[in-house]
């Protein structure tokens, strides 16, 4: 952290006393304060995303209605960035909340409503990674630490049995004491640098690890549950070519054991996903990303992010291990490495194939 941007609540400007407290507790950063409408939704939308362009802003600190403009913050188009974001007793859900305490001029709740749904239904580049939450035990005015752990917390991360991005802290919605600002604004410090080295050791040592491809259909998802959740219309319509039902490879369940030993495997090998989709079902592919992206996360937390390949002709792939179902489809068989046939003899569940591979 180097660059940071303090976002007001509403109500407040540039002198804010967290704005400020935050400035003088930390003087090693480069600290930016600004005062911005905050009911003029595209006005301070451009504002931050001017202030974070010419100045390298890495960090985002906001406070209260500001937090949702600090979740709104995109990721760079050209570096791929996104800023970390620190949230102090965020405004999840302005339009809920801004009625009780101001008359609005209009369009203003329907402009919040946009700003929501753009946050929360389209955008994807906001993850444990890169967001921290800030919580007062006796807030008097907001409550959304529930939310916040529900939708961006990383609860069960690493054995924890709780949130690692989320704190709750002493005070009320607002003037929280130096030293509860100090120490919470520390805590999330140390968080983002944890991050960041685990991020860099997961990256530095898969230059080294052999590759593994894993099927989907059969092997890390369990197809009979996809053909036992048609409805009698959908069996009626599609008879004898089942695998074309729009929506069919988002309903599936894992294979027993699948997850887990995708994980596991990933501790040892360059895990990629390998699988292919029916020709004339046009909605697999983003089905099959949907199932992936429900088991695996959306994020780079995800031990698959950016690492899946739909293909006919899986022989064109490089790699040491391919686990699949079926040996004898899709060029599986031709395949350069060593072929795994899940559900056969020698590899009859995943308990089975993980013990082999681990001990390669």
């Known amino acids: 952290m180097k660059n ?59 406070s209260s209605l500001g937090s949702i403009y600090n979740l709104f913050i995109k990721k760079d188009e050209n570096t791929e960035k996104i800023v970390n974001k620190i949230l102090i007793n965020p405004c999840c859900f302005p339009s809920k909340e801004l009625p009780k305490f101001a008359d609005l001029p209009v369009g203003v709740i329907e402009m919040c409503r946009a700003v929501e749904f753009n946050v929360y239904f389209c955008h994807r580049d906001n993850t444990p990674d890169n967001m921290f939450g800030i919580f007062s035990k006796d807030d008097e005015q907001l409550h959304y630490h529930d939310f916040f752990v529900g939708r961006y917390g990383n609860y069960g991360v690493d054995g924890q049995n709780q949130s690692t991005n989320c704190l709750w802290v002493e005070g009320k919605h607002s003037h929280l004491a130096e030293e509860v600002l100090y120490s919470s604004i520390n805590q999330a410090i140390n968080y983002f640098d944890n991050v960041k080295r685990k991020n860099e050791e997961k990256e530095t040592p898969a230059k080294n690890k052999q590759i593994v491809y894993i ?57 990629y996903i390998l699988t292919s989709a029916p ?73 089975v194939v993980v013990k082999y591979l681990m001990e390669k």
């Open 4 to 62: 940071i941007l303090y976002i007001h609540g509403f109500g407040s400007n540039k002198d804010s006393y967290t704005g400020n407290t935050l400035k003088n507790l930390f003087p090693d950063f480069n600290w930016f304060l600004d005062t911005f409408n905050l009911v003029d939704t595209w006005g301070t939308i451009r504002q931050i995303e001017k202030i974070i362009c010419e100045n390298d802003i890495d960090t985002v600190v906001s």
């Open 215 to 271: 099927d989907m259909d059969g092997t890390l998802v369990d197809w009979k549950s996809g053909q036992e959740s048609l409805t009698e219309l959908e069996r009626l319509q599609y008879h004898g070519f089942t695998d074309a039902v729009p929506g069919l490879f988002n309903r599936m369940n894992p294979m027993n054991g699948a997850i887990d030993a995708c994980y596991k495997l990933c501790e040892k090998y360059d895990v």
């Open 279 to 351: 020709w004339h079902n046009l909605s697999a592919p983003s089905d099959k990303m949907r199932w992936i992206q429900k088991y695996f996360g959306v994020g780079k937390e995800s031990p698959v992010y950016k690492k899946v390949i739909i293909s006919h002709h899986k022989y064109l792939n490089e790699g040491a291990f391919l686990i699949d179902d079926r040996p004898h489809k899709n060029g599986t068989a031709n395949f350069k490495g060593e072929l795994i046939h899940f559900g056969s003899e020698k590899f009859p569940n995943w308990s």
